[in-house]
Each structure stands twice: as structure tokens, then as C-alpha cells.
């Protein structure tokens, strides 16, 4: 197939781990038959630098006329002044709003050789291979809110109001449900149906939609609360979760600790239709940002779902995932990923340890 990939390397580690990404795409290009033309924009610090602002316009047309984006990360100290007026986050969120991005697909999983990285026993983490659909558009962080003056006469008082459609549910669970069927074949709802309101439609749309579009996937609810205690006790029961945003913005955020290092997760926002967007989940890394040291893998495990998820070509994602496997369990690992006084390798040689074990 022939694919247009837009590559927002941004800053920091971004362009660095970014870079091995693309190469593990052309590889794939290669050895299955495809073109994947890519091209790469500014967004995010560099993009303030050169244009002043975070998503300067073209970035934004090339990647609505693309089939596919890539991002590395945004942001760094040099942007951090709190009374900055443009700032690199305003880019990420620009580009979600304008692509209709609505639904944040993480996938946690714990690779086998890496279990003792984890801060929890071995046997509890073990196995888990959970896929968090959070929506990201709508609830508490985009719903009402205001300040006035307090009813008690105390000062002021505050209000966020969270929101949700029948609309809005049906599509991220259906997404959900959907993507179950790949797997296990299993999606946990996620809500709080005993106080909200919000999440009494919530649950009433997710059990209408699983039982009239989905009979062959297995469905339950669980209660946020409670959530939060399973993925610590028996994250293995798991297999596709779906939430609203703020639930899922700090469920997967605990979630992200099972496997032990940030270096490791990739992430997938998509919408209805058009391109989605692939990045790790870790930041731009300043800290270590020239030194060659980034570790790549979550990059190129978010490029394994750019093949999946907008491409369409499961096996060749299947295919980056193996690689990925069969390096760490050769033993290679990057610094972040080594025990203290072991080899590791730098960015680069991780790059070509996944392209050399693609060809197996
Ligand atoms: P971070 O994820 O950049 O780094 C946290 C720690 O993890 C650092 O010690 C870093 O060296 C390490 N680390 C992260 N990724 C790594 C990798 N691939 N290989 C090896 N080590 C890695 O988080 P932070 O330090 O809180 O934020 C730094 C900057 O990134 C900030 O400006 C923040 O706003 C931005 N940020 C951007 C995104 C994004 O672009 N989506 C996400 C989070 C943070």
C-alpha cells in the first residue's frame, strides 16, 4: 500500500527517538511491499521558536491530509515560564481538537523479560496485556465551569460540570468493543454509576450497546473506585478498558507503572474517520535530550499501532511488536531499561537491533 505519514518529531528526545521509529517503518516498508511516504513539520517548542506558535498551519494541513502522524514529544524548560503566552502543550491539544480525535487508546502490557522493572511482585504482573480506551474530548475537562461569588457568603466558589452524550458513550464503547474482539474478547466499563448522574447514562448506553451490537463480547462494569484497587491486585484480569476522561486520565496513568518504565508505552488518539495520531507516552525527556541515550522502543511501539489502527496492516504491526519482544529478550536494553553496572546500548543501536530482528 502506498501511506502519506506526517512525522512531528517536536522536542527534546522527540526528533531522537522519533528518527528510529521512521527507520523501523521504512524496514517494514520494505520487507512487506509498501511506499510509506513521510514527511516532518514542526509543532511544539520548535515550532514557537521558528513560527510563534505551538501549531504553526501548515504542520496542521499536512497532517489533515495525511493517512498517519507520528509525534515524538513536546515541551522543555526553555517554554516553561508560567506567564508564557504560547506554550508547546497548546499544539497537542490544537491538533487533537482540529483531527476529532476523541478516543485515547493505551495499551499496557508487561514484557516478559522486563517483569522484574515492575514495582509490584512478579506474579501480580505477570500476563498483563490491558488496552485503556479513555475518551478524550469530553467530561469533567470540557464541560461548564466557573467561579462566582460563594452562596455561603465565604469568598468564592468553583464548578466543573462533567458531560457526557449517548453519543459521545456509543462511539468510544463500540471503538472499544470492537478492538476486544481482536483480543480477548472482554471490555470492563468504568464509572462512578453509584453517585453520578453522568455515569448512570454512562452504564445504561455501554450495557445497551454491548448487548444489541457485541453478544459475543464479554462485558462488565466496575466502579472507578474499585478500579483503581484492581489494577494493583490483580491487574491480569484486564483485557480492554473503557472510561471517560478524567477516570482515564488517572487509571492509566496508574496503569502505566505496572510495567515499570515510561520508555517502554506508546499511545494512539483517534477519531470517527481521518488520521490518528501515534506517540510514546513519556515527555520530551530534557533531561537526556542530545546525549543519544533515549530509549526508542515506546516510539516504535507506537508505529506498530500507526500499522494496526490507521494502516490496517495488523501483520506488519505484529510483526514490530516481535521484533521489540525478541530484543529485549535477547537481553538488549537501553540505560533506562539496564540494571545498575550491566551493557546497555544507545538509541541508534536499538533502532537497528529492531530492524535486524524484523528479518526473522
Ligand atoms: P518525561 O517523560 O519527559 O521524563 C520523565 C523521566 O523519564 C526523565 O528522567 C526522563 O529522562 C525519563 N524518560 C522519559 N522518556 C524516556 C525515554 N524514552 N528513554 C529514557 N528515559 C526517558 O517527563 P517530564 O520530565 O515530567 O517532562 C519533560 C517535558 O516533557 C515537560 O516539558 C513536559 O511538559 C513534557 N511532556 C510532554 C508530553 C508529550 O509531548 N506528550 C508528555 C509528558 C510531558
Known sequence: MDA??????????????????????????????????TSSHLIGGCAIDAHGTALPDDTLAAAKASHAI???????????????????EQGLLKIRKELGLFANLRP????????????????????????????????????????????DGSGEESFSTMIYSTGEIERIVRLAAQAARGRRKKVTSVDKANVLEVSRLWRRVFERVMKEEFPDVQSENILVD????YLIS???????????NMFGDILTDEGSMLPGS????????????????????????????????ANPLATILASAMLLRHSLKLEQEAAAVEAAVHRVLKQGHRTKDLAAKDAPWVKTTAMGDLVIAALGK
Do not use: C, N
Open 234 to 244: 490483580r491487574p491480569t484480569s484486564f483485557d480492554v478498558v473503557v472510561t471517560e
Open 108 to 151: 499496557i502490557s508487561v514484557v516478559p523479560g522486563l517483569v522484574e522493572l515492575s514495582p509490584l511482585k512478579p506474579e501480580i504482573v505477570s500476563g498483563v496485556d490491558i488496552l485503556f480506551f479513555r475518551e478524550l474530548t469530553g467530561g469533567l475537562y470540557f464541560g461548564e465551569s466557573g467561579t462566582r461569588p460563594a452562596k
Open 262 to 293: 515510561m520508555g517502554l508505552l506508546p499511545s494512539a488518539s483517534l477519531g470517527s474517520s481521518g488520521p490518528g495520531l501515534y506517540e510514546p507516552i513519556h515527555g520530551s525527556a530534557p533531561d537526556i535530550a542530545g546525549q543519544g541515550i
Open 4 to 37: 502519506k505519514i506526517v512525522l512531528l518529531p517536536g522536542d527534546g528526545i522527540g526528533p531522537e527517538v522519533t528518527a528510529e521509529a521512521v527507520r523501523v517503518l521504512h524496514a517494514v516498508a520494505q520487507r512487506f511491499g509498501h511506499q510509506f511516504t
Open 226 to 229: 474499585a478500579a483503581a484497587m
Open 70 to 88: 507520528l509525534l515524538g514529544a513536546v515541551g522543555g524548560p526553555k517554554w516553561d515560564s508560567p506567564t508564557a503566552k504560547v506554550r508547546p
